[in-house]
């Protein structure tokens, strides 16, 4: 059994929740809500820290559902402005790089997105405290963790979201730029609703050749996952990273 009982915890096979979860939340929403998005509707971040903890505090962390991030989730939804939004996967410091630049917004440049990055976070049946020790592993122990179900149903509504020309960075230094597996191909490409236009950039490392190609199989998926659903898609490849990010 993964779940093994030592001292009343069980010991799940990926990293604790992190520490002093809940005060990073609260500060990173104040910082957000007053210095990085001032202008955006005033948000109760003293809510939204207690909506995020009742999402999962005391529950079994294997059974996490979408419908528990809901109400989190209404209270700050993922949207960004039209033709601003940057998917990625398998380069998220090259896309937040990227976005810095321009006039552009991956998800962590929402709020529940900044409030999220990086953190870890799983509770137990008939505790009010955080598993410190361990939380669920997605191989391991569970794909239904409160971790995984959280980048899923978010990206899911950040994609959901997308209009006009959207733009998603994928790493063509991997012999798959597109992993159909990834959150990118499982729940943001197939997603995307009729008549936006995305646009894919491969961004290979500085120095090496590509790996990929736009003609490659992988990139073939990703073009007949969005033919049906009527999405445009444009693709660039064979970009250095440096090359990328001078354009850029
Ligand atoms: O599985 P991925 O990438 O394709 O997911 C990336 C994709 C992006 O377009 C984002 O919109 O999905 C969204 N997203 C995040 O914003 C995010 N921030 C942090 C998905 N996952 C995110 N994380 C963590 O990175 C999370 O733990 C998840 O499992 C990884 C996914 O990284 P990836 O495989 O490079």
């Known amino acids: 059994d993964c779940c093994t009982p030592i001292k009343k915890l069980c010991w799940w096979h990926g990293v604790g929740s992190t520490a002093d979860f809940q005060k990073i939340i609260q500060e990173r929403c104040d910082t957000y809500t007053q210095t990085i998005r001032p202008g955006s509707r005033s948000r109760n971040c003293q ?5 995020f903890m009742s999402t ?16 989190l989730i209404n209270l ?5 402005p039209c033709g ?16 810095k630049r321009q006039r552009l917004m991956t998800l ?31 191989r391991k122990d ?36 597109f992993d159909s597996m990834s ?14 236009e995305l646009e894919a950039w491969l961004v290979h490392d500085t120095g090496k050749p590509p790996s990929d190609s736009c003609s490659g199989s992988s990139i073939r998926k990703l073009k007949s996952i969005l033919d049906g659903r009527n999405v445009k898609f444009r693709c660039m490849d064979n970009l250095s990273r440096d090359q990328f990010l001078q354009r850029s």
């Open 108 to 138: 962590e440049d929402t709020l529940l997105g900044y409030l999220a990055d990086g953190l870890s976070w799983c509770g137990e049946p008939g505790s009010s405290d955080l598993n410190i020790w361990s939380c669920p592993d997605w």
């Open 84 to 99: 601003q939004q940057v998917f990625w996967s398998k380069t998220k410091e090259l896309a937040h790089e990227y976005v």
């Open 56 to 71: 999962f505090i005391s529950k079994d962390p294997c059974k996490a559902t979408k419908e528990d991030y809901n109400s």
């Open 142 to 177: 569970c794909r239904t963790n409160y971790l995984s179900v959280f980048w899923e149903v978010l990206s899911e509504r950040f994609a959901e979201s997308a209009c006009s020309t959207v733009r998603v960075v994928l790493n063509g230094s991997l012999e798959n730029a």
């Open 76 to 80: 700050a939804p993922p949207t960004v």
């Open 183 to 196: 959150i990118f191909g499982r729940v943001e490409a197939p997603n995307l609703r009729p008549q936006v």
């Open 47 to 51: 809510a939204i820290r207690q909506a």
